[in-house]
């Protein structure tokens, strides 16, 4: 059985770039045979947070900004499930950036997939920390989520993606869900996916993106080079997207957080529960305590 749609359609505004990553989630899922069952999306507050409604598989709304923190409990109570946090930029990058500084620290082996529309777009098009100077008002300079993920020195996944090319995006999301699936770590995907109704940028950045892996001297195994690439390609004006960061083959025994806290891959979700199973030990802590 492979991951269907959900008779309900999405409520998304028609050309969303949401609907090129549901399908390419989709596509992706499907392509490795994950079991439905056995595949969870926990879904931020926003547009891009309600992906979880629109696929027939297990999922979570969470609380605003407090995603990666679900998802990581969802991992570490049952390292099975293939975990995909996926929600917006105002979600991982305002209200929850100190969550999303920490996920790749922690390095679960989960997918985070931001849908980055550079605003607010269920809230009615307000500035978010990606939105450009000067939309609707805003003086902040954009904050750069690819930038920081590669300034963080843990063996982590790291990617951008845009929704004008689901292809691509499709060989990225098998390429992330391999990793979180291997128990390798922490895969991060961003995805440009326009707001077609508050922030239209698909024309703008079909002209501006850059495939990184077309540069010279690409070399995903060194974030130095690859962060240096990435700021040459903003300063240029365009968008870098493509595959930022793959662990090199002397960081493959690296491991999640899941596989150090439970070496033996039992979480407790999975742990026997029934009580003939358990009273020798009840019984013992009981007389232990006097
Ligand atoms: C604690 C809290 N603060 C604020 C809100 C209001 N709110 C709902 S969604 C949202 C931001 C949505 O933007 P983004 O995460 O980029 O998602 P998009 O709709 O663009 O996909 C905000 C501020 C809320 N629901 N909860
Ligand atoms: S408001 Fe924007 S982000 Fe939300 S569904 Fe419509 S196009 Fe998509
Ligand atoms: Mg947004």
Redesign the pocket.
């Known amino acids: 059985m492979v991951v269907s749609a959900k008779p309900v359609q999405p409520i998304w505004c028609p050309g969303c770039g949401?609907f090129g990553v549901l399908a390419s989630v989709k596509k992706a899922a499907s392509q490795l045979q994950i079991p439905p069952h056995q595949l969870i999306l926990v879904g931020?507050?926003?547009?891009?947070?309600s992906i979880h409604n629109f696929l027939e598989i297990n999922g979570i709304h969470a609380?605003?900004?407090r995603l990666l923190a679900q998802a990581v409990g969802v991992k570490l109570a049952n390292p099975e499930l293939t975990v995909v946090a996926a929600?917006?930029?105002?979600?991982?990058y305002?209200?929850g950036m100190g969550h999303f500084m920490h996920a790749f620290k922690k390095n679960a082996s989960l997918l985070y997939l931001v849908?980055n529309?550079e605003?607010?777009?269920?809230?009615k098009g307000q500035a978010?920390p990606t939105s450009q100077v000067g939309f609707e008002g805003n003086v902040e300079h954009p904050f750069d989520a690819i930038l920081t993920a590669l300034s963080i020195p843990v063996p982590n996944f790291i990617a951008r993606t845009f929704s004008g090319d689901p292809k691509t995006m499709t060989t990225v999301l098998i390429e992330a869900l391999e990793f979180v699936r291997a128990h390798r770590g922490f895969a991060f995907v961003e995805d440009l996916s326009p707001?077609v109704t508050y922030n239209d940028t698909y024309k703008l950045w079909r002209e501006k993106v850059q495939d990184v892996a077309k540069l010279d001297g690409y070399d995903p195994t060194d974030r130095q080079v690859m962060f240096r690439l990435c700021q040459e390609t903003r300063q240029k004006g365009k968008i870098p997207v493509g595959v930022m960061h793959r662990p090199a083959a002397s960081e493959k025994d690296e491991v999640g957080l899941e596989k150090i806290l439970l070496p033996d891959g039992v979480g407790p979700a999975q742990s026997d529960i029934r009580l003939e199973a358990n009273l020798e030990g009840y019984t013992k802590l009981l007389r232990a305590v006097g």
């Open positions: 949401d931020g507050i926003g547009c891009s947070g609380l605003h900004g929600g917006g930029d105002g979600d991982g305002a209200i849908m529309n605003t607010y777009g269920l809230t978010s707001c």
